[in-house]
């Protein structure tokens, strides 16, 4: 079965750094991009970058460029997305998502097709 | 930056009956770089549609994608008590990759 299994719940203080993760399961980490989305309480989806983790390579929607970081590690599978400082307005829900590919080589278009179940994030002083 | 907008905001519907979703984007879109999600409350997005009209793995006929240009429509053609949740509709745009998210559509139960 293919997973996305994320960490768990966080609690932290303003101006505290964090790390989340997403490992994957089930299918060949490498082959497929892994995105990850924010969702504040009670609002919308947001699509904050993606990472390819067969060379590691990110780009970052322009609303989160600088403020997160996204990496992989392909020996265990896993993606991360962490914060240097945390603010309270960082408090949401996050999900990571493998993106699928699909067209041809000529034109590629990508989809989230398997999530996992998300990572809360609480940042309260 | 190509803005989806979609409507209605909140669809009340009884079990049964037809809902029609709209997602509009700002400039025209490939067809196939739109997709669309069902969120549960206390769950995670799930694919529904991508390509505009292709089901994902496992979706029920009941639903059904279309549209191209600026208009994509996602028509459930008779709504399950299950199918009472937010939809969201989202583009893709390449070079470099991005996505873009709608705000939503509520489905609830009249």
């Known amino acids: 079965e293919v997973q996305l299994v994320q960490s768990g719940a966080e609690v932290k203080k303003p101006g505290e750094s964090l790390r989340i993760s997403c490992k994957g399961s089930?299918?060949?980490?490498?082959?497929?991009?892994i995105s990850w989305v924010r969702q504040m309480p009670g609002k919308g989806l947001e699509w904050m970058g993606r990472?390819?983790?067969?060379?590691?390579?990110?780009n970052y929607s322009p609303s989160f460029q600088g403020h997160v970081t996204i990496s992989a590690d392909k020996s265990i599978s896993t993606a991360y997305l962490q914060w240097s400082s945390l603010k309270a307005s960082d408090t949401a829900m996050y999900y990571c998502?493998?993106?699928?590919?699909?067209?041809?080589?000529?034109?590629?278009?990508?989809?989230?097709?398997?999530w996992g179940k998300g990572t809360t994030v609480t940042v309260s002083s | 930056e190509i803005v989806l907008t979609q409507s209605p905001g909140t669809l009340s519907l009884s079990p049964g009956e037809r809902a029609t979703l709209s997602c509009r984007a700002s400039?025209?879109?490939?067809?196939?770089?739109l997709a669309w999600y069902q969120q549960k409350p206390g769950q995670a997005p799930r694919l529904l549609i991508y390509g505009a009209s292709s089901r994902a793995t496992g979706i029920p006929d009941r639903f059904s994608g279309s549209g191209s240009g600026t208009d994509f429509t996602l028509t459930i053609s008779r709504l399950e008590p299950e199918d009472f949740a937010v939809y969201y509709c989202q583009q893709y745009g390449s070079s470099p990759p991005v996505f873009t998210f709608g705000p939503g559509t509520k489905v609830d139960i009249k």
């Open positions: 998502a493998r993106l699928a590919a699909a067209g041809t080589y000529i034109s590629y278009y990508y989809y989230m097709d398997v």
């Open positions: 089930g299918y060949s980490f490498t082959s497929y991009w």
């Open positions: 400039q025209s879109v490939s067809s196939s770089y």
């Open positions: 990472i390819d983790p067969s060379d590691s390579y990110t």
